[in-house]
């Protein structure tokens, strides 16, 4: 892509979660409510991004014309994937949600057989060009995350966001 126009802008995104489709949140989210074993990777680490703030962050590089080139946005900070998921479940119990499970337990990448894709512990991105370029720093992947689970999950909703609102964008 940009060997085809140098103009073009790949946005690099990691664990990204949002109401458009299910994604690891709603996975240990829908196991903790059916009363499962919810356990989740507590040995590899990243920062969540999500779709909302994805959107809301796009529309300002098609308006500015930024140079292209690669750059990288996720939600600020990092976690583990065990961490993640217990944030999340914190998250519906502050929200009335009823849950059968409310602690993840953690799980160590080596005994994962079934992992398919080998990918680095450690894949946090730097949000450092994003934030020189809007002069702003992404939220917090807690705070977006607490975003996402009152919006969709929580009896108190805030209005519904959706990518297939930004379906031009991306045409």
Request: hydrophobic share 40%; proline share 5%.
């Amino acid at each position: 892509m940009l060997a085809a126009q140098d103009r073009n802008l790949v946005v690099r995104v990691s664990w990204v979660f949002g109401p458009d489709r299910p994604s690891f949140i709603d996975a240990m989210i829908k196991g903790a409510q059916e009363g499962e074993r919810v356990d989740a990777i507590a040995d590899k680490f990243s920062a969540p991004t999500y779709t909302h703030d994805i959107a809301e962050m796009l529309p300002q590089f098609f308006e500015r014309g930024v140079d292209g080139g690669i750059l990288h946005f996720s939600n600020a900070g990092q976690c583990s994937w065990q961490e993640y998921a217990q944030w999340a479940l914190d998250c519906c119990h502050d929200a009335g949600l009823p849950l059968r499970v409310r602690t993840v337990g953690a799980d160590k990448l080596k005994n994962m057989a079934n992992w398919i894709a080998r990918r680095p512990v450690y894949s946090v991105l730097s949000t450092a060009k994003y934030t020189k370029l809007t002069d702003t720093s992404p939220r917090t992947w807690r705070e977006a995350v607490s975003d996402y689970i009152t919006r969709f999950y929580s009896k108190k909703r805030k209005p519904t966001f959706s990518l297939l609102h930004c379906r031009s964008f991306f045409a």
